[in-house]
């Protein structure tokens, strides 16, 4: 596709219930960030692909979340044992490269998780 | 600890009402301001990057400019559809993490 695709657009769980959402990147973009947007907020940042190498996690707030990009194109973000606080937009960003030249990091429409 | 503050949250304009919105940063040594648009449902869309203080970028209705300290977002004679919430993130040396931080954003809401 053209863009960054997200699935699924919108997700509502129980608490306790694992979840998984998915990132397809445009095609050759060797980075990709998932950020993670509260209502109102500006986006915070969760973790950082290089390819398949996640070089950056210090931004997962607890180990029930975890994120991987095995073949270093499509990511996925699992959250395990999903908690109310964990309701939020997560979203997907990819770059042609770190990022680093021109901050011009490529967006999808999110994922909406809601936790009941 | 790096910080990204943006004022004011909300910004109510007439058509046609020029203003600007402002993004002050606290960072340890920038790499680079970047400025990005989100319209509701959607995810951030790229506007501007500036690296140094003195350096400006325009676009159409908009202009970005940069100091040591802030930067500002300049709209000129808005329209309706420049209404969305403008996004202001900085990344910062060391590039230890490639970590791009936000804002929370300015609304603003152009009134026809």
């Known amino acids: 596709g053209a863009g960054v695709s997200q699935s699924p657009r919108y997700k509502v769980a129980k608490r306790g219930q694992d979840v998984a959402l998915r990132c397809d990147p445009i095609?050759?973009?060797?980075?990709l960030f998932w950020y993670q947007q509260a209502l109102g907020q500006g986006p915070e940042f969760l973790t950082y692909?290089?390819?398949?190498?996640?070089?950056?996690k210090s931004g997962l707030p607890s180990d029930r979340f975890f994120a991987e990009r095995p073949e270093g194109s499509v990511s996925t973000l699992k959250i395990q044992r999903t908690q109310q606080e964990d309701s939020a937009v997560y979203l997907c960003?990819?770059?042609?490269?770190?990022?680093?030249?021109?901050?011009?990091?490529?967006f999808g429409e999110g994922s909406r998780l809601t936790v009941l | 600890e790096d910080q990204v503050t943006q004022s004011p949250e909300a910004l109510r304009l007439q058509e046609g009402e020029s203003s600007s919105l402002n993004c002050s940063y606290t960072?340890?040594?920038?790499?680079?301001l970047f400025w990005y648009r989100q319209d509701p449902g959607k995810g951030p869309e790229f506007l501007f990057t500036?690296?140094?203080a003195g350096e400006e970028k325009e676009k159409e209705r908009l202009k970005a400019t940069l100091t040591k300290k802030e930067s500002f977002l300049h709209i000129t004679a808005p329209k309706p559809e420049d209404s969305a919430t403008y996004l202001c993130?900085?990344?910062?040396?060391?590039?230890?993490?490639?970590?791009?931080?936000f804002g929370t954003g300015t609304s603003l809401t152009v009134i026809p």
């Open positions: 960003a990819s770059s042609l490269d770190r990022g680093r030249n021109t901050g011009e990091l490529f």
């Open positions: 095609s050759g973009h060797v980075s």
């Open positions: 692909f290089q390819n398949e190498a996640q070089l950056d």
């Open positions: 960072v340890s040594g920038l790499r680079g």
């Open positions: 500036l690296y140094s």
């Open positions: 993130a900085v990344q910062a040396f060391p590039d230890t993490g490639n970590q791009f931080y």
